[in-house]
């Protein structure tokens, strides 16, 4: 498991990540799907979906520090997602909390 992982900037794992590095590193290594590496590349591929079609391992994304796809995780379904957030590392969170609810982007389902 890589809860916990801390953040880094540009990192891919398996003992650090960022957003998309983790991502990309679990499509990689649990479906042997490549994605691209940033959070803007990943949200132009596959297809886009509602929040309410979102399903277990399907990309989600949020504006954050830029307009657009800045950050991204996978959804793990029950509103929840897990990714690599920069203050706490691989962790999971709601879709309903006030910080993500806010800045959500968009969800995209991805297929081999």
Known sequence: TKMGKPYKWGSIG?????CS???????????G????????????VGSKISRNQLKSGDL???????PGASH?????GNGNFIHASTSRGIRVDNLDNTYWA???????HIVK
């Open 14 to 18: 398996p003992n650090s990540f960022d």
């Open 21 to 31: 590095g983790f991502t990309s590193y679990i499509y990689q290594n649990g479906a």
């Open 33 to 44: 799907i490549n994605l691209p590496r940033t959070s803007v590349a990943q949200s132009k």
């Open 60 to 66: 989600v994304f949020f504006t954050t520090y830029e």
């Open 72 to 76: 991204c995780g996978i959804y793990l």
């Open 102 to 108: 806010s800045r959500y982007y968009g969800g995209k």
